[in-house]
Protein backbone atom coordinates (compact mmCIF):
# COMPACT_ATOMS: atom_id res chain seq x y z
CA UNK A 1 0.00 0.00 0.00
CA UNK A 2 1.15 3.51 -0.55
CA UNK A 3 1.60 5.59 2.54
CA UNK A 4 1.56 9.26 2.83
CA UNK A 5 2.57 10.99 6.16
CA UNK A 6 2.12 14.55 5.28
CA UNK A 7 -0.84 16.49 5.21
CA UNK A 8 -0.21 18.55 2.87
CA UNK A 9 0.49 15.77 0.27
CA UNK A 10 -2.78 14.18 1.42
CA UNK A 11 -4.60 17.44 1.63
CA UNK A 12 -3.64 18.22 -2.27
CA UNK A 13 -4.38 14.42 -3.45
CA UNK A 14 -8.02 14.30 -2.21
CA UNK A 15 -8.92 17.31 -3.67
CA UNK A 16 -7.75 16.43 -7.16
CA UNK A 17 -9.15 12.90 -6.67
CA UNK A 18 -12.74 13.99 -5.42
CA UNK A 19 -13.07 16.46 -8.04
CA UNK A 20 -13.31 13.73 -10.76
CA UNK A 21 -15.10 10.89 -8.71
CA UNK A 22 -17.80 12.51 -5.99
CA UNK A 23 -21.39 13.43 -6.92
CA UNK A 24 -22.77 15.93 -6.48
CA UNK A 25 -20.05 18.81 -6.20
CA UNK A 26 -20.23 21.63 -4.26
CA UNK A 27 -19.92 24.93 -6.51
CA UNK A 28 -16.39 25.67 -5.20
CA UNK A 29 -15.20 22.34 -6.88
CA UNK A 30 -17.12 22.74 -9.73
CA UNK A 31 -15.30 26.31 -10.16
CA UNK A 32 -11.92 24.64 -10.49
CA UNK A 33 -13.08 23.09 -13.37
CA UNK A 34 -13.50 26.17 -15.28
CA UNK A 35 -11.17 26.54 -18.30
CA UNK A 36 -8.48 29.24 -18.42
CA UNK A 37 -8.72 31.57 -21.62
CA UNK A 38 -4.97 31.03 -20.92
CA UNK A 39 -3.74 28.25 -23.15
CA UNK A 40 -1.29 26.88 -20.81
CA UNK A 41 -2.97 28.32 -18.10
CA UNK A 42 -3.53 25.66 -14.97
CA UNK A 43 -0.72 23.55 -16.52
CA UNK A 44 1.74 21.61 -14.81
CA UNK A 45 5.38 21.17 -15.71
CA UNK A 46 4.92 17.86 -16.35
CA UNK A 47 2.09 18.64 -18.36
CA UNK A 48 3.69 21.41 -20.85
CA UNK A 49 6.99 18.73 -20.92
CA UNK A 50 4.26 16.23 -22.40
CA UNK A 51 2.81 18.81 -24.59
CA UNK A 52 6.17 19.48 -25.84
CA UNK A 53 7.25 16.13 -26.26
CA UNK A 54 4.04 15.56 -28.28
CA UNK A 55 2.47 17.36 -30.66
CA UNK A 56 -0.92 17.65 -30.89
CA UNK A 57 -2.59 17.27 -34.53
CA UNK A 58 -6.31 17.71 -35.63
CA UNK A 59 -8.30 16.22 -37.68
CA UNK A 60 -11.64 18.30 -38.94
CA UNK A 61 -14.49 15.86 -38.11
CA UNK A 62 -18.39 16.30 -38.72
CA UNK A 63 -20.16 17.67 -35.80
CA UNK A 64 -23.48 15.80 -36.75
CA UNK A 65 -23.02 12.26 -37.77
CA UNK A 66 -26.93 11.55 -38.05
CA UNK A 67 -28.88 13.75 -40.02
CA UNK A 68 -31.88 11.20 -39.86
CA UNK A 69 -32.12 11.86 -35.62
CA UNK A 70 -34.07 14.33 -34.64
CA UNK A 71 -32.57 14.46 -30.87
CA UNK A 72 -29.91 16.38 -32.87
CA UNK A 73 -32.27 19.41 -34.60
CA UNK A 74 -31.32 21.49 -36.04
CA UNK A 75 -28.49 19.76 -37.36
CA UNK A 76 -25.15 21.03 -38.63
CA UNK A 77 -23.49 20.61 -41.42
CA UNK A 78 -20.19 21.70 -39.75
CA UNK A 79 -17.13 20.51 -38.79
CA UNK A 80 -15.04 20.63 -36.16
CA UNK A 81 -11.00 19.52 -34.82
CA UNK A 82 -10.74 16.43 -33.32
CA UNK A 83 -7.51 16.49 -31.44
CA UNK A 84 -4.98 14.06 -31.14
CA UNK A 85 -1.84 12.83 -30.20
CA UNK A 86 0.66 9.91 -31.56
CA UNK A 87 4.04 8.75 -31.09
CA UNK A 88 5.36 5.72 -34.20
CA UNK A 89 8.60 5.84 -32.49
CA UNK A 90 7.88 1.50 -32.46
CA UNK A 91 5.75 1.00 -35.13
CA UNK A 92 6.93 -1.33 -37.78
CA UNK A 93 4.88 -2.76 -41.26
CA UNK A 94 2.15 -4.78 -40.12
CA UNK A 95 1.38 -3.65 -36.35
CA UNK A 96 -1.46 -1.93 -35.19
CA UNK A 97 -2.83 1.08 -34.52
CA UNK A 98 -3.16 1.33 -30.24
CA UNK A 99 -6.05 4.02 -29.79
CA UNK A 100 -6.67 5.28 -26.29
CA UNK A 101 -9.96 6.94 -25.88
CA UNK A 102 -9.81 10.19 -23.85
CA UNK A 103 -12.69 10.29 -22.16
CA UNK A 104 -14.06 12.58 -20.05
CA UNK A 105 -10.87 14.90 -19.72
CA UNK A 106 -8.61 16.89 -21.75
CA UNK A 107 -6.92 14.52 -24.04
CA UNK A 108 -3.63 15.68 -22.60
CA UNK A 109 -4.39 14.68 -19.22
CA UNK A 110 -3.80 11.06 -21.07
CA UNK A 111 -0.47 11.81 -22.25
CA UNK A 112 0.98 9.75 -19.37
CA UNK A 113 -0.26 6.57 -21.16
CA UNK A 114 1.14 7.11 -24.57
CA UNK A 115 5.09 8.24 -22.52
CA UNK A 116 5.15 5.13 -19.86
CA UNK A 117 1.65 3.82 -19.63
CA UNK A 118 -0.42 0.98 -20.99
CA UNK A 119 -0.40 2.86 -24.35
CA UNK A 120 3.30 3.06 -24.81
CA UNK A 121 3.40 -0.56 -23.67
CA UNK A 122 1.25 -2.37 -26.07
CA UNK A 123 2.79 -0.17 -28.89
CA UNK A 124 6.36 -1.74 -27.85
CA UNK A 125 4.59 -5.30 -27.36
CA UNK A 126 3.14 -5.13 -31.27
CA UNK A 127 5.46 -2.72 -33.09
CA UNK A 128 2.59 -0.76 -32.76
CA UNK A 129 1.20 2.89 -33.32
CA UNK A 130 0.86 4.78 -29.85
CA UNK A 131 -2.70 7.35 -29.94
CA UNK A 132 -4.47 9.01 -27.56
CA UNK A 133 -7.57 10.52 -28.93
CA UNK A 134 -9.55 13.72 -27.32
CA UNK A 135 -13.56 13.26 -27.11
CA UNK A 136 -15.42 15.64 -28.16
CA UNK A 137 -16.54 19.05 -26.34
CA UNK A 138 -13.39 17.77 -23.97
CA UNK A 139 -9.81 20.19 -24.09
CA UNK A 140 -9.59 21.73 -27.39
CA UNK A 141 -11.71 19.66 -29.31
CA UNK A 142 -15.05 22.06 -29.21
CA UNK A 143 -17.39 21.64 -32.07
CA UNK A 144 -19.75 25.04 -30.53
CA UNK A 145 -19.28 28.05 -29.63
CA UNK A 146 -21.05 27.99 -26.17
CA UNK A 147 -22.20 25.25 -23.78
CA UNK A 148 -25.94 26.46 -23.45
CA UNK A 149 -28.19 23.30 -23.23
CA UNK A 150 -29.06 23.60 -26.97
CA UNK A 151 -25.69 23.43 -28.07
CA UNK A 152 -24.99 20.61 -26.12
CA UNK A 153 -27.32 18.35 -27.72
CA UNK A 154 -24.14 16.81 -29.79
CA UNK A 155 -22.50 15.78 -26.63
CA UNK A 156 -23.73 12.14 -27.09
CA UNK A 157 -21.67 9.03 -26.77
CA UNK A 158 -23.13 7.88 -29.98
CA UNK A 159 -21.82 10.67 -31.66
CA UNK A 160 -18.72 10.45 -30.11
CA UNK A 161 -18.29 6.63 -31.10
CA UNK A 162 -19.15 8.06 -34.48
CA UNK A 163 -15.83 10.74 -34.21
CA UNK A 164 -13.51 7.82 -33.06
CA UNK A 165 -14.74 5.11 -36.09
CA UNK A 166 -14.39 8.61 -38.68
CA UNK A 167 -11.21 8.63 -37.01
CA UNK A 168 -9.73 5.70 -38.02
CA UNK A 169 -11.27 5.39 -41.32
CA UNK A 170 -9.50 9.47 -42.09
CA UNK A 171 -6.53 10.07 -40.58
CA UNK A 172 -3.21 10.25 -41.65
CA UNK A 173 -0.24 10.47 -39.63
CA UNK A 174 2.50 12.69 -39.86
CA UNK A 175 5.41 11.08 -41.55
CA UNK A 176 3.54 8.04 -42.63
CA UNK A 177 0.74 9.75 -45.13
CA UNK A 178 2.15 6.52 -47.92
CA UNK A 179 1.56 3.93 -45.02
CA UNK A 180 -1.80 2.23 -45.71
CA UNK A 181 -3.39 2.30 -42.06
CA UNK A 182 -6.81 1.89 -42.66
CA UNK A 183 -8.97 -0.74 -40.80
CA UNK A 184 -8.63 -2.46 -43.99
CA UNK A 185 -5.12 -3.22 -43.72
CA UNK A 186 -4.61 -2.56 -39.83
CA UNK A 187 -5.94 -3.78 -36.68
CA UNK A 188 -7.19 -0.66 -35.15
CA UNK A 189 -7.41 -1.59 -31.21
CA UNK A 190 -8.97 0.80 -28.62
CA UNK A 191 -8.32 1.65 -24.71
CA UNK A 192 -10.54 3.15 -22.78
CA UNK A 193 -10.55 3.75 -18.49
CA UNK A 194 -13.81 4.02 -16.76
CA UNK A 195 -16.50 6.09 -18.85
CA UNK A 196 -14.30 5.50 -21.85
CA UNK A 197 -13.29 2.05 -20.98
CA UNK A 198 -17.36 1.45 -21.29
CA UNK A 199 -16.87 3.76 -24.53
CA UNK A 200 -14.61 1.56 -26.20
CA UNK A 201 -16.09 -1.76 -25.34
CA UNK A 202 -19.73 0.07 -27.26
CA UNK A 203 -17.35 1.42 -30.38
CA UNK A 204 -16.31 -2.39 -30.94
CA UNK A 205 -20.12 -3.74 -31.30
CA UNK A 206 -20.75 -0.85 -32.56
CA UNK A 207 -17.76 -0.30 -35.56
CA UNK A 208 -17.36 -4.12 -35.58
CA UNK A 209 -15.24 -3.57 -39.22
CA UNK A 210 -13.11 -0.31 -38.05
CA UNK A 211 -12.16 -1.62 -34.60
CA UNK A 212 -10.64 -5.07 -34.55
CA UNK A 213 -10.29 -4.99 -30.80
CA UNK A 214 -11.14 -3.57 -27.81
CA UNK A 215 -9.84 -3.33 -24.37
CA UNK A 216 -11.78 -2.13 -21.69
CA UNK A 217 -10.24 -1.00 -18.37
CA UNK A 218 -12.85 -0.45 -15.12
CA UNK A 219 -15.69 -0.22 -17.65
CA UNK A 220 -19.44 1.02 -16.77
CA UNK A 221 -21.20 -0.40 -19.60
CA UNK A 222 -24.49 -0.55 -17.59
CA UNK A 223 -25.77 2.80 -16.74
CA UNK A 224 -27.19 3.56 -13.75
CA UNK A 225 -29.72 6.53 -12.36
CA UNK A 226 -29.39 6.01 -8.73
CA UNK A 227 -25.88 4.33 -8.53
CA UNK A 228 -25.64 3.87 -4.38
CA UNK A 229 -23.80 0.66 -4.93
CA UNK A 230 -20.57 2.80 -5.53
CA UNK A 231 -19.87 2.37 -2.15
CA UNK A 232 -20.30 -1.31 -2.16
CA UNK A 233 -16.85 -1.55 -2.50
CA UNK A 234 -15.82 0.16 0.30
CA UNK A 235 -18.43 -1.09 2.53
CA UNK A 236 -16.81 -5.00 1.49
CA UNK A 237 -12.84 -4.35 1.25
CA UNK A 238 -12.72 -1.71 3.32
CA UNK A 239 -11.43 -2.35 7.62
CA UNK A 240 -14.39 -3.41 9.09
CA UNK A 241 -13.98 -1.48 11.53
CA UNK A 242 -14.52 1.60 9.60
CA UNK A 243 -17.28 0.41 7.78
CA UNK A 244 -18.94 -0.73 10.58
CA UNK A 245 -18.22 3.14 12.71
CA UNK A 246 -18.74 4.98 9.38
CA UNK A 247 -22.59 3.38 9.34
CA UNK A 248 -22.99 4.11 13.05
CA UNK A 249 -21.82 7.81 13.18
CA UNK A 250 -24.22 8.07 9.80
CA UNK A 251 -27.46 6.76 11.30
CA UNK A 252 -26.59 9.07 14.45
CA UNK A 253 -26.40 11.99 11.75
CA UNK A 254 -29.73 10.63 9.69
CA UNK A 255 -31.95 9.96 13.12
CA UNK A 256 -31.16 13.76 13.44
CA UNK A 257 -31.50 15.19 9.97
CA UNK A 258 -34.26 13.42 9.35
CA UNK A 259 -35.41 12.20 12.62
CA UNK A 260 -34.83 15.61 14.42
CA UNK A 261 -35.48 17.80 11.74
CA UNK A 262 -37.64 20.58 13.27
CA UNK A 263 -35.57 20.47 16.43
CA UNK A 264 -32.34 22.52 18.07
CA UNK A 265 -30.29 19.17 17.14
CA UNK A 266 -29.88 19.62 13.49
CA UNK A 267 -28.05 23.18 14.84
CA UNK A 268 -25.62 21.36 17.23
CA UNK A 269 -24.73 18.69 15.29
CA UNK A 270 -23.86 21.18 12.71
CA UNK A 271 -22.00 23.19 15.13
CA UNK A 272 -20.05 20.15 16.49
CA UNK A 273 -18.46 19.44 13.18
CA UNK A 274 -17.77 23.60 12.77
CA UNK A 275 -20.53 24.12 10.21
CA UNK A 276 -22.97 25.89 11.73
CA UNK A 277 -23.46 27.86 8.78
CA UNK A 278 -23.94 25.67 5.82
CA UNK A 279 -27.43 26.18 5.32
CA UNK A 280 -29.31 23.09 3.81
CA UNK A 281 -28.65 20.15 5.74
CA UNK A 282 -27.91 17.80 2.53
CA UNK A 283 -24.94 20.18 1.89
CA UNK A 284 -24.12 19.65 5.40
CA UNK A 285 -23.87 15.66 4.97
CA UNK A 286 -21.82 15.83 1.59
CA UNK A 287 -19.03 18.00 2.80
CA UNK A 288 -18.61 15.56 5.29
CA UNK A 289 -18.50 12.35 3.56
CA UNK A 290 -15.33 12.76 1.49
CA UNK A 291 -13.71 10.16 3.53
CA UNK A 292 -15.32 7.23 2.90
CA UNK A 293 -14.94 8.28 -0.91
CA UNK A 294 -11.16 8.31 -0.61
CA UNK A 295 -11.24 4.63 -1.84
CA UNK A 296 -11.06 5.07 -6.08
CA UNK A 297 -7.95 7.60 -5.02
CA UNK A 298 -5.94 4.97 -3.70
CA UNK A 299 -3.15 4.02 -7.12
CA UNK A 300 -0.39 1.33 -7.12
CA UNK A 301 1.93 4.14 -8.41
CA UNK A 302 3.00 6.51 -5.66
CA UNK A 303 2.76 9.58 -7.71
CA UNK A 304 -0.70 9.04 -9.10
CA UNK A 305 -2.26 8.08 -5.27
CA UNK A 306 -3.75 9.15 -2.17
CA UNK A 307 -3.90 7.06 0.88
CA UNK A 308 -7.00 9.19 2.12
CA UNK A 309 -9.29 6.75 2.67
CA UNK A 310 -7.09 4.70 5.12
CA UNK A 311 -6.30 7.28 6.88
CA UNK A 312 -10.04 8.26 7.53
CA UNK A 313 -10.07 4.83 8.26
CA UNK A 314 -7.63 4.30 11.18
CA UNK A 315 -8.67 7.94 12.45
CA UNK A 316 -12.47 6.88 12.51
CA UNK A 317 -11.74 3.65 13.80
CA UNK A 318 -9.15 4.75 16.67
CA UNK A 319 -10.27 4.64 20.31
CA UNK A 320 -8.18 6.99 21.47
CA UNK A 321 -8.70 10.86 20.97
CA UNK A 322 -6.39 11.82 17.65
CA UNK A 323 -7.25 15.88 17.88
CA UNK A 324 -6.67 17.14 21.11
CA UNK A 325 -9.10 20.31 19.94
CA UNK A 326 -12.05 18.18 19.63
CA UNK A 327 -12.26 17.55 23.47
CA UNK A 328 -13.96 20.27 24.13
CA UNK A 329 -17.09 19.32 22.23
CA UNK A 330 -16.97 15.77 24.21
CA UNK A 331 -20.32 16.88 25.78
CA UNK A 332 -22.13 17.92 22.76
CA UNK A 333 -20.51 14.51 20.83
CA UNK A 334 -22.07 12.41 23.68
CA UNK A 335 -25.28 14.06 23.73
CA UNK A 336 -25.74 14.07 19.71
CA UNK A 337 -25.15 10.13 20.11
CA UNK A 338 -27.78 9.70 22.88
CA UNK A 339 -30.32 11.58 20.96
CA UNK A 340 -29.04 9.71 17.75
CA UNK A 341 -30.94 6.38 19.18
CA UNK A 342 -27.27 5.15 20.29
CA UNK A 343 -26.72 5.88 23.43
CA UNK A 344 -25.75 2.07 24.64
CA UNK A 345 -22.84 2.18 22.18
CA UNK A 346 -21.58 5.67 24.34
CA UNK A 347 -18.02 5.01 25.73
CA UNK A 348 -16.72 3.36 22.02
CA UNK A 349 -18.47 5.80 19.84
CA UNK A 350 -17.77 9.52 21.74
CA UNK A 351 -13.68 9.48 20.55
CA UNK A 352 -14.61 7.76 17.32
CA UNK A 353 -17.29 10.98 16.34
CA UNK A 354 -14.49 12.99 18.15
CA UNK A 355 -11.91 11.50 15.86
CA UNK A 356 -14.16 11.96 12.93
CA UNK A 357 -15.11 15.82 13.66
CA UNK A 358 -11.10 16.08 13.61
CA UNK A 359 -10.66 14.58 10.45
CA UNK A 360 -13.52 16.87 8.42
CA UNK A 361 -12.38 19.69 10.00
CA UNK A 362 -8.28 19.03 8.72
CA UNK A 363 -9.61 18.31 5.18
CA UNK A 364 -13.01 20.46 5.09
CA UNK A 365 -13.36 23.04 7.30
CA UNK A 366 -10.14 24.42 7.84
CA UNK A 367 -9.84 24.61 4.75
CA UNK A 368 -12.87 27.12 3.73
CA UNK A 369 -11.75 30.75 3.47
CA UNK A 370 -15.18 32.34 2.81
CA UNK A 371 -18.68 31.56 3.79
CA UNK A 372 -19.20 28.13 4.71
CA UNK A 373 -22.30 28.06 1.96
CA UNK A 374 -19.91 29.69 -0.08
CA UNK A 375 -17.62 26.63 0.27
CA UNK A 376 -19.75 23.63 0.73
CA UNK A 377 -23.19 24.44 -1.04
CA UNK A 378 -24.73 22.86 -4.30
CA UNK A 379 -27.29 25.76 -4.77
CA UNK A 380 -26.31 28.45 -6.28
CA UNK A 381 -28.96 29.23 -9.70
CA UNK A 382 -26.53 32.21 -10.96
CA UNK A 383 -23.58 29.58 -11.18
CA UNK A 384 -25.36 27.16 -13.07
CA UNK A 385 -26.73 29.30 -15.53
CA UNK A 386 -22.94 29.80 -17.29
CA UNK A 387 -22.84 28.64 -20.32
CA UNK A 388 -19.60 30.07 -22.07
CA UNK A 389 -16.94 27.89 -23.87
CA UNK A 390 -14.71 28.06 -20.10
CA UNK A 391 -17.36 26.24 -18.37
CA UNK A 392 -16.15 22.73 -18.87
CA UNK A 393 -17.86 21.62 -15.27
CA UNK A 394 -20.98 21.54 -17.51
CA UNK A 395 -19.58 18.46 -19.97
CA UNK A 396 -19.56 15.43 -18.08
CA UNK A 397 -22.25 16.65 -15.98
CA UNK A 398 -24.30 16.90 -18.66
CA UNK A 399 -24.02 13.25 -19.88
CA UNK A 400 -24.65 12.45 -16.41
CA UNK A 401 -28.09 13.99 -16.20
CA UNK A 402 -29.00 13.06 -20.13
CA UNK A 403 -27.87 9.36 -20.40
CA UNK A 404 -25.56 8.12 -17.89
CA UNK A 405 -26.66 8.50 -14.28
CA UNK A 406 -24.48 7.50 -11.41
CA UNK A 407 -25.80 9.19 -8.65
CA UNK A 408 -24.21 8.33 -5.74
CA UNK A 409 -26.90 8.15 -3.21
CA UNK A 410 -27.70 7.28 0.50
CA UNK A 411 -31.17 6.98 0.14
CA UNK A 412 -30.81 4.07 -2.21
CA UNK A 413 -29.29 1.87 0.14
CA UNK A 414 -31.74 -0.97 0.26
CA UNK A 415 -33.81 0.02 4.43
CA UNK A 416 -32.58 -3.55 6.42
CA UNK A 417 -28.51 -1.85 5.52
CA UNK A 418 -27.31 1.08 7.31
CA UNK A 419 -25.44 3.34 4.67
CA UNK A 420 -22.43 4.69 4.20
CA UNK A 421 -23.31 8.12 3.51
CA UNK A 422 -26.23 10.31 5.08
CA UNK A 423 -30.31 9.06 3.25
CA UNK A 424 -30.23 13.23 2.75
CA UNK A 425 -28.30 12.82 -0.04
CA UNK A 426 -31.01 11.67 -2.35
CA UNK A 427 -32.27 11.19 -5.89
CA UNK A 428 -33.21 15.05 -5.72
CA UNK A 429 -31.03 16.50 -4.11
CA UNK A 430 -28.33 14.58 -6.45
CA UNK A 431 -30.29 15.87 -9.90
CA UNK A 432 -30.32 19.11 -8.38
CA UNK A 433 -27.51 20.14 -11.25
CA UNK A 434 -29.27 18.83 -13.83
CA UNK A 435 -32.62 20.70 -13.16
CA UNK A 436 -30.53 23.86 -12.33
CA UNK A 437 -28.01 23.94 -15.06
CA UNK A 438 -29.91 22.02 -17.98
CA UNK A 439 -33.62 22.54 -17.16
CA UNK A 440 -33.96 18.67 -17.01
CA UNK A 441 -36.25 17.19 -15.03
CA UNK A 442 -36.36 13.67 -15.94
CA UNK A 443 -34.06 10.74 -15.27
CA UNK A 444 -30.94 10.02 -17.16
CA UNK A 445 -32.30 7.63 -20.67
CA UNK A 446 -29.99 5.06 -19.03
CA UNK A 447 -31.92 2.12 -20.86
CA UNK A 448 -30.30 3.90 -24.19
CA UNK A 449 -27.17 3.45 -22.97
CA UNK A 450 -27.84 -0.32 -21.91
CA UNK A 451 -29.04 -1.62 -24.71
CA UNK A 452 -25.76 -1.93 -25.95
CA UNK A 453 -25.54 -5.29 -23.48
CA UNK A 454 -25.20 -3.34 -20.36
CA UNK A 455 -24.05 -6.14 -17.48
CA UNK A 456 -23.81 -8.59 -20.34
CA UNK A 457 -22.14 -6.83 -23.05
CA UNK A 458 -19.86 -9.41 -24.80
CA UNK A 459 -18.23 -9.91 -28.45
CA UNK A 460 -15.12 -11.57 -30.34
CA UNK A 461 -12.14 -9.71 -29.31
CA UNK A 462 -13.79 -7.46 -26.34
CA UNK A 463 -11.43 -7.68 -23.07
CA UNK A 464 -12.73 -6.39 -19.80
CA UNK A 465 -10.01 -5.74 -17.07
CA UNK A 466 -11.67 -4.41 -13.93
CA UNK A 467 -9.87 -3.96 -10.05
CA UNK A 468 -11.61 -5.82 -7.26
CA UNK A 469 -11.66 -2.56 -4.51
CA UNK A 470 -13.05 -0.31 -7.62
CA UNK A 471 -15.92 1.32 -6.26
CA UNK A 472 -17.58 1.35 -10.09
CA UNK A 473 -17.38 -2.46 -10.36
CA UNK A 474 -20.74 -2.68 -9.75
CA UNK A 475 -21.58 -1.07 -12.99
CA UNK A 476 -19.42 -3.36 -14.96
CA UNK A 477 -19.13 -7.22 -15.86
CA UNK A 478 -17.03 -7.66 -12.80
CA UNK A 479 -20.26 -6.82 -10.94
CA UNK A 480 -20.46 -8.98 -7.48
CA UNK A 481 -23.51 -11.23 -8.23
CA UNK A 482 -22.94 -11.60 -11.92
CA UNK A 483 -21.68 -15.05 -13.11
CA UNK A 484 -18.24 -15.46 -13.44
CA UNK A 485 -17.03 -15.42 -17.06
CA UNK A 486 -13.99 -17.74 -18.54
CA UNK A 487 -11.81 -15.80 -19.66
CA UNK A 488 -10.53 -16.67 -23.08
CA UNK A 489 -7.94 -14.95 -25.61
CA UNK A 490 -10.83 -14.26 -27.70
CA UNK A 491 -12.74 -12.25 -24.41
CA UNK A 492 -10.20 -11.65 -21.30
CA UNK A 493 -12.07 -11.38 -18.98
CA UNK A 494 -9.59 -10.23 -15.71
CA UNK A 495 -10.13 -9.08 -12.11
CA UNK A 496 -6.74 -7.87 -10.67
CA UNK A 497 -6.33 -8.41 -6.86
CA UNK A 498 -7.37 -5.59 -4.42
CA UNK A 499 -6.69 -3.10 -7.30
CA UNK A 500 -8.49 -0.19 -7.54
CA UNK A 501 -9.49 2.26 -10.89
CA UNK A 502 -8.15 1.59 -14.41
CA UNK A 503 -4.50 0.67 -12.47
CA UNK A 504 -3.16 -1.09 -15.56
CA UNK A 505 -3.29 1.56 -17.39
CA UNK A 506 -0.53 3.47 -15.41
CA UNK A 507 2.91 2.51 -15.86
CA UNK A 508 6.82 2.96 -14.92
CA UNK A 509 10.14 4.21 -16.59
CA UNK A 510 12.32 1.21 -16.32
CA UNK A 511 14.27 3.00 -14.02
CA UNK A 512 11.46 3.94 -12.05
CA UNK A 513 10.79 -0.04 -11.25
CA UNK A 514 11.44 -1.64 -8.04
CA UNK A 515 10.48 -5.42 -6.68
CA UNK A 516 6.82 -3.99 -5.69
CA UNK A 517 6.70 -1.49 -8.66
CA UNK A 518 4.59 -2.28 -10.27
CA UNK A 519 2.80 -4.89 -7.98
CA UNK A 520 2.53 -7.99 -9.10
CA UNK A 521 -1.00 -8.52 -9.92
CA UNK A 522 -1.05 -5.50 -12.28
CA UNK A 523 2.60 -6.42 -13.67
CA UNK A 524 0.62 -9.88 -14.53
CA UNK A 525 -2.20 -8.26 -15.83
CA UNK A 526 -0.36 -6.33 -18.63
CA UNK A 527 1.35 -9.27 -19.48
CA UNK A 528 -1.68 -10.87 -19.73
CA UNK A 529 -3.23 -7.59 -21.73
CA UNK A 530 -0.15 -7.88 -24.32
CA UNK A 531 -0.36 -11.45 -24.55
CA UNK A 532 -3.61 -11.57 -25.72
CA UNK A 533 -3.11 -8.05 -28.11
CA UNK A 534 -0.06 -9.95 -29.71
CA UNK A 535 -2.29 -12.95 -30.51
CA UNK A 536 -5.22 -10.37 -31.89
CA UNK A 537 -2.92 -8.52 -34.27
CA UNK A 538 -1.44 -12.67 -35.20
CA UNK A 539 -5.12 -13.29 -36.56
CA UNK A 540 -5.57 -9.81 -38.48
CA UNK A 541 -2.43 -10.74 -40.32
CA UNK A 542 -3.61 -14.68 -40.96
CA UNK A 543 -7.10 -13.36 -42.44
CA UNK A 544 -5.56 -10.69 -44.21
CA UNK A 545 -2.34 -12.44 -45.69
CA UNK A 546 -4.24 -15.78 -46.19
CA UNK A 547 -6.54 -14.61 -49.32
CA UNK A 548 -3.21 -13.80 -50.85
CA UNK A 549 -1.68 -17.44 -50.43
CA UNK A 550 -4.62 -18.82 -52.22
Not at 251 to 256: P, Q, S
Not at 304 to 323: E, K, T
Request: proline share 6%; charged share 20%.
Amino acid sequence: MVRYGAVAGLLALVSAAQAIQKHPLPISELAKQITSRDPHGGLSTRDLDLEALYPEYNLSTPIDHFHNDSTYEPHSDGTFNLRYWFDAQYYKPGGPVIVLAGGETSGSDRLPFLQKGIVYQLAKATNGLGVILEHRYYGKSIPVPDFSTENLRFLTTDQALADTAYFAQNVKFAGLEDVDLSPEKTPWIAYGGSYAGAFVAFLRVVYPDVYYGAISSSGVPEAIWDYWKYFEAAATYGPPACVETTQKLTHIIDNILIGKADTDYVGKLKAAFGLPNVTYDNDFASTINGGIYGLQSLNWDPTQSSNSFFIYCSNVSSDSVIYPATEARRASVEELIKVGGYEDELDTLANRFLNYIGYVNLTSVSRCSGSQDACFSTHDSDFYARDDVTQSWRLWQYQVCTQWGYLQTGSGVPEDQLPLISRTIDVDYSALICREAFNLTKPADVEYINRLGGFNISYPRLAFIDGEWDPWRAAGVHAIGLPERTSTLSEPYILIDRAVHHWDENGLFPNETTPDLPPAPVADAQKQIATFVQGWVQEFTDAVTKPNEL
